[in-house]
DNA sequence: CGCGCCATTGACTCTGGTCAACGCTAGTGG
DNA sequence: CCACTAGCGTTGACCAGAGTCAATGGCGCG
């Protein structure tokens, strides 16, 4: 168990020094990046590493901004996005614990990101983390296999939005969220939903309203139970059929 | 000049030997993953590189197929997509001279690829190119440069197909493609589009009639002229205004 | 010359968007 | 303790942008 904490309400508390999320005991740490590190590189990442808290909300860094930081979560879960000039807004990821922001390591961030829930992270800085990467190929190996990852996400992601009706687009979304939560040890019927409609739609493509009626379609249909904050996935084949057609 | 070839009908002709696009007089060299090696490197990327023809239609890879080459195009354009079971299909990407195919290093690929127009590329081994690779952290690196580079450029076009009209997807299309072939040294007012309607109905995810109506609609308007096999941008500040919107 | 392929255009349809009303819940303050 | 409000989600009625279906045109090629 980790200590107790006392959760304030700036941005971004920093969290250094208080024995939260030391690597030795990281929760995460087969699934990410580090899990290319031995025991030693580990003791050498940690001292790198500023373990730090976003609340709800709050936003870890804007697109075109100077990228100081990289992050690898912890806990929590994180929205990627893009704004054209009008306001419209396209999400292009939800990031989970064991994801790595700042693949890329330009000298600015591509996407803007902000907390869906409380969310933990170990931020590195740019410089500090690139450094190290010099040092280690097989970090840098690691880092290109989860940006490949992401690629590949992408793709699959403009397979959905180029050519899928909207049923398609929630089943889909549902059935890759599951899998994504099951990666992490998550492998509940009962799936969390923590981010809003809107989250929905601007990652889908469609519209708050769309997202509303497509749930209740299904669940009228009784694939899923629409619960506070989820869906349970009742009919898993057929919500499976559907995302794969 | 590169001596005249003739060129025969059978796929994926190896032109080994033949004194063609030798790394040493490579003309996407500077733009190309193999800016990063020195020239001893260049010589020894040079014994592994198969230059191989493939005539326009032609596949280059099947998704889902083992990956037994990565290849770097040297010449011409490639479609990477993606099919539904239904046989919707949705093009990720058009490769041009100077970008690689294989980025991820899995050991299937991710998409199919198919030559559009007659094709050069540089074959290597995947097993040959990640063992070497393996010795030479800084192509790592910029072979991570390029994935992260169209990571960023995928990110892009879900913010076209999830939010943008059919309009806009049209000008995007054409200020993109105009300035990667800007960046490939073809700097004309009139753009080449070597693919077909369909193909760009694929990239843009509308159907062949919207894009046909589309064009006509800025023929008509002033902003572009229809040519065969291209379009005269005649109005960039127009285009770039609807791109950027 | 005539066939086949691709692109264009028109008429009509439909999926998903827009606009609007309403409900639920949590938070606030009298 | 409850009235009030604000924010989010749901639902309904209507609309429009893009899709579908079909006819026609243009061009290259055998």
Redesign the interface.
């Known amino acids: 168990m980790e200590p107790a904490l006392q959760w304030n309400d700036s941005p971004a508390a920093c969290l250094h020094g208080l024995g939260v999320s030391a690597c030795a005991d990281c929760r995460v740490r087969q699934i990410s990046v580090c899990a290319a590190l031995d025991p030693h590189e580990l003791t050498e990442i940690d001292s790198l590493s500023h373990p730090t808290a976003f609340p709800a909300k709050s936003t870890l860094f804007t697109q075109e901004d100077p990228a100081s930081a990289v992050f690898n979560i912890t806990e929590g879960m994180v929205r990627l996005y ?1 704004l ?3 306001g ?3 999400i ?1 990821g939800f990031a989970l614990a064991g994801d790595f922001l700042g ?4 000298d600015r961030y ?2 803007s990101a902000d907390a869906i829930t409380d969310t933990k992270v170990c931020r590195f800085s740019r410089s500090a983390f690139t450094a190290f990467l ?1 040092k280690k ?1 097989h970090l ?2 690691r ?3 989860f ?6 996400l ?6 959905l ?4 009706t909207a049923d398609e687009r929630i089943a889909a979304f549902l059935m890759s969220l599951k899998e994504r939560f099951a990666r992490i040890g998550h492998t509940s019927i009962t799936l969390p939903l923590p981010m809003s409609r809107q989250d929905i739609a ?1 990652f ?2 469609l519209t708050i309203e769309t997202v509303s009626r497509t749930f209740s379609k299904l669940a009228k249909s009784g694939v899923i139970v629409v619960v506070p904050d989820g869906v349970r996935l009742t009919n898993l084949a057929q919500i499976k059929a559907l995302a ?2």
Chains 1, 2 share one sequence.
């Open positions: 893009k054209l000039p009008d419209r807004r396209q292009v693949l890329a390591l330009l591509g996407v010099d190929p840098l190996r880092l290109h296999e940006a490949s990852h992401e690629l590949s992408a793709q699959d992601q403009m397979v939005l180029g050519r899928r601007d889908l493509g794969t057609r």
